[in-house]
């Protein structure tokens, strides 16, 4: 057979295939693309956030030291102070101003304008008639005050010199004062801030402009056109830009437009795109494609579907034609199939129906109705003596725990098997169906004077291979012999009534009704056992050992069956609340605990020996927490009184863990932790507390010396009270008694720190 249609599908969808893992790895070089463009943009934000804190410092700290110069400086206040001429005072003015340009290189040029007689002195003419720069100075003046650097200008100094670009700051002596009695102007180089700048980026890569609010770039030394701030033709792309909040100016970053970078970047989204168009174009192909190779598998249904007895199956069909196919293909199979396993499902459940129906006496039958019944599930029960059997796994709580469902099942599954193969053996008919999870309930049919010990012993040996070879145990009830379908359903209550018995009698065997003849003793001795059992629990008494094993000896020698022993326990819970419901919230908090996990035992307990063991483990842990709660209380009330004794006696030298151990009787390792989780802090730090306490009253409120205050306060020695004092309160006590008392009250001297205080 040769594969054309296999090639034809292949080839179909080869094309499609190559073009979009095509457009999918150009779609991932562009995505690389684009995130390496927002790092480039991450890059220049963070240059344009450094260039604004390098520019804002550099300009900030020449301001900060004029300012200081101006308010601090003796030789500057002598300078503007005076009318005329002072040749001492020009020369320390020169001195201020070269200090001023060694320490900040960035400046240009200094002088001062001073009103009382016009001079100015500096970096420019002396006389006014040559000063250049009188026209910035009268703008100056005359504009509203709040700029602190100017826009971009020019600077001349003298009239043969050439003009340097420069921002100024001009700042009016005094300083901050309505009368004014001159100008210290400052003059800084564009040029020499351009390279300080220059050196945090690379000049042929990154592109940085420093806008004044004319639009001037300060960097560039010349007007920035709008094209250029948009990343016009032949500037570059700015990626990031900020607004510094000190001089106004607006700083940008971004990239030189070279080797087509601007289109490089925005190609991406071009990309994406023309990956959408593919997309679209790849998914019509499919579809096209697709609908042509669909022929020849349309037209193999339009076949099936008629000589198919419901034509219209395909159309509703969930999985597709392929599945139509099959069904149609295997229909017969699968329905021959469907049968067998609906026939064996129903007489499983309808034996099992019967089985319960007809031994509880629910559904009425006369004898020949039961034989036809037995017969037509197989059993050949002629001339045979029936005897009725309740099988239960042993601690179903624990098997449960142990095995899975799955591994149940197969388990449970076994003991039905063991028990039909071990009747198969001794030529006995069986009729077994599961009632509960936990219960197998069966009839056994055999013949013979003594049927009902060879059903017992059948039984038993079905108990003992169950043991030896499975990893549970089993326990029977056994009912008597029958004959008739009343017998046997007699037969049936008495085997339930004998597995009640399993509590006191155990696990593993095989109960018959001669095995739950109860004693003749006094009844309910076990009532008189509860009353003392009740109070030594609630007592915490070590007596409720005694009394609880007297209590499940006297049930046991009773034979009591298990419906009994609830309502004994029942009664024996609602009585040792009733002991309790008379106690602290703290006693019934733990008997609410203790009750709660009673109520959860009630369910799960399989013998009486499991049942005892677990209520000594539950009152053992309750007997331990009221220990525990006595405990608790008197170690409180013991910590309340050596707190008192301490508040009393804090003032004594010799007080320590010791002396407290041997006036109260307490180990005093034990003393110190009891004392720690009492009190909430440990012994030494407490007493030092109310100590220093005590002390710091003393000082403020007396005028004892240190020496009589560190002896009253429990200190012999002086340099121990002057130490423990300044670990607490952090000065000493003399320092604190100064301070308190306002005698140390000092005033700062004004001086260079306070004029940078007050300017800050």
Sequence with gaps: MTKTWFRRLLLSYLPVFFIVITILFILFFQTLNELTRREAMKANDFLAQQVVRLTDNALRSIEYRVVREILANENVQRFFSRTSMDVLANIRAQAVMDDLKFNYPVIDSIYFVRFS???????????????????????????????????????????????????????????NRSERQGYFVVNVSLAKLKETVGQMYNPDISLVKMLDRQGNDLLGAKPASRTEESGGAGSGTVLSSYVSPYTGWEIASGLHDRNGLKWTLSFYYTWVVFALIVAMLGIIWVVLVTKRNYKPIRQLVSLIETYSAKPDHAAGDKNGEF????????????????????????????????FHQVLEGNEQLSELEWMAELSQFHLRVEGKTATAFIVEIDDYDGFAGTYGE?????????????????????????????????????????????????????????????????????TAGQGGPATTLEETRLSYQTAGQCLQFKAVLGANRLIAAKDTVRPQ??????????????????????????????????????????????????????????EVSEQSKDYRAIWSDIRRELQQLAGRWDTLDGLQRECVRIFDAMTGRIQELRESHRSRALMLQIRDYIERHFANPELSLDYLSGKFQVNPKYLSKMFKDEIGENFVDFLIGRRIEQAKKMLLETEKPMQTISSEVGYYNYNSFNRAFKNVVGVSPRDYRKQMCGTNKEVAPAGENGVAAEYG
């Design 406 to 474: 799955r591994d149940r099942s197969l388990l449970k599954f076994i003991l039905y098997s063991a028990v039909h193969e071990t009747a198969k053996l001794h030529g006995a008919a069986v009729w077994a169906e599961w009632s509960t999870d936990r219960r197998l309930s069966l009839i056994l049919w055999t013949a013979g004077p003594d049927s009902a010990q060879q059903s017992a012993a059948i039984l038993e040996e079905c108990r003992r291979w169950i043991g030896r070879h499975v990893s549970f145990t089993i």
């Design 323 to 354: 599945s139509f196919i099959r069904s149609t293909l295997e229909s017969l199979m699968n329905e021959s199939r469907l049968f067998q396993k609906r026939y064996r499902e129903r007489l499983i459940m309808q034996r099992r129906y019967h």
């Design 521 to 578: 003793k006094e009844p309910q001795e076990w009532f008189k056992t509860i009353y003392l059992l009740s109070p030594s629990l609630r007592m915490a008494d070590p007596e409720w050992r005694a009394h609880i094993i007297l209590f499940f000896r006297q049930i046991r020698e009773a034979v009591l069956p298990r419906r009994e022993i609830e309502n004994v326990m029942q009664f024996f819970v609602q009585h040792l609340d009733g």
């Design 117 to 175: 007689d016009g001079f100015i002195f500096g970096d420019a003419p002396r006389s006014a008639e040559e000063f250049g720069d009188a026209p910035f100075i009268r703008a100056y003046a005359a504009a509203p005050a709040g700029t602190k650097w100017s826009d971009a200008r020019k600077f001349q100094a003298f009239a043969d010199s050439d003009p340097v670009d420069v921002v100024t700051m001009v700042k009016s002596v005094p300083y």
